[in-house]
T-cell receptor, first 116, second 114 residues
Framework: GENVEQHPSTLSVQEGDSAVIKCTYSDSASNYFPWYKQELGKRPQLIID?????GEKKDQRIAVTLNKTAKHFSLHITETQPEDSAVYFC???????????????FGTGTSLTVIP | SAVISQKPSRDICQRGTSLTIQCQVDSQVTMMFWYRQQPGQSLTLIAT?????????ESGFVIDKFPISRPNLTFSTLTVSNMSPEDSSIYLC???????????FGSGTRLTVV
């Protein structure tokens, strides 16, 4: 099965700086890579995702990059704000057009703290 | 994206008892998933709940301990049976999002076994 590794486990940055979280995966069949943000005591929320036919995707201050050859993908948060403090999980799965319910393999999480 | 109502939100249970967690989705979904998240840990898939057939369990999880029901395309239950303190965790249901392929999660059930 798929194995997703995530680094670092904890990350502290000054407000306004950038934060980068990296994940690697093992299964070359994986083609969809979402990122989730989980605030304390709340459910994980999808914040951005990328499919394997795209190398980079950006949504305001958040971007994700994918290197299929190296099997790694990264989350980039620019101009960090205190409200970005949360645990971030990467995930990987292999999807097809007919089935939207494939199993997701989650990374171990990164606890991000943005220091005001 | 789908809206999921999960209950109870939390419970404190005596060891040896069972707790049933419910998830109701506001739209029909093919598959629902049940995850466990232990404190400070990542999400571990327990099983996939299939409508009209038995649930598919991941390694380390068995039907006798975590029976699942999926009576229709909008509802599922997970029962944590014969509980021990090691079962203390957050349990989350989730569904696939047809538009974005991402998961939507229920609000979670924080279970404490004493």
């Amino acid at each position: 099965g798929e194995n997703v590794e995530q680094h670092p486990s904890t990350l502290s940055v000054q407000e306004g700086d950038s934060a980068v979280i990296k994940c690697t995966y093992s299964d070359s069949a994986s083609n969809y890579f979402p990122w989730y943000k989980q605030e304390l005591g709340k459910r994980p929320q999808l914040i951005i995702d990328i499919r394997s036919n795209v190398g980079e995707k950006k949504d305001q201050r958040i971007a994700v990059t994918l290197n299929k050859t190296a099997k790694h993908f990264s989350l980039h948060i620019t101009e960090t704000q205190p409200e970005d403090s949360a645990v971030y999980f990467c995930a990987a799965t292999a999807t097809n057009r007919r089935n939207t319910g494939n199993q997701f393999y989650f990374g171990t999480g990164t606890s991000l703290t943005v220091i005001p | 994206s789908a809206v999921i109502s999960q209950k109870p939100s939390r419970d404190i249970c005596q060891r040896g008892t069972s707790l049933t967690i419910q998830c109701q989705v506001d739209s029909q979904v093919t598959m629902m998933f049940w995850y466990r998240q232990q404190p400070g840990q990542s999400l571990t898939l327990i099983a996939t709940a299939n409508q009209g057939s038995e649930a598919t369990y991941e390694s380390g999880f068995v039907i006798d301990k975590f029976p699942i029901s999926r009576p229709n395309l909008t509802f599922s239950t997970l029962t944590v049976s014969n509980m021990s303190p090691e079962d203390s965790s957050i349990y989350l249901c989730s569904v696939g999002d047809r538009l974005n392929y991402g998961y939507t999660f229920g609000s979670g059930t924080r279970l404490t076994v004493v």
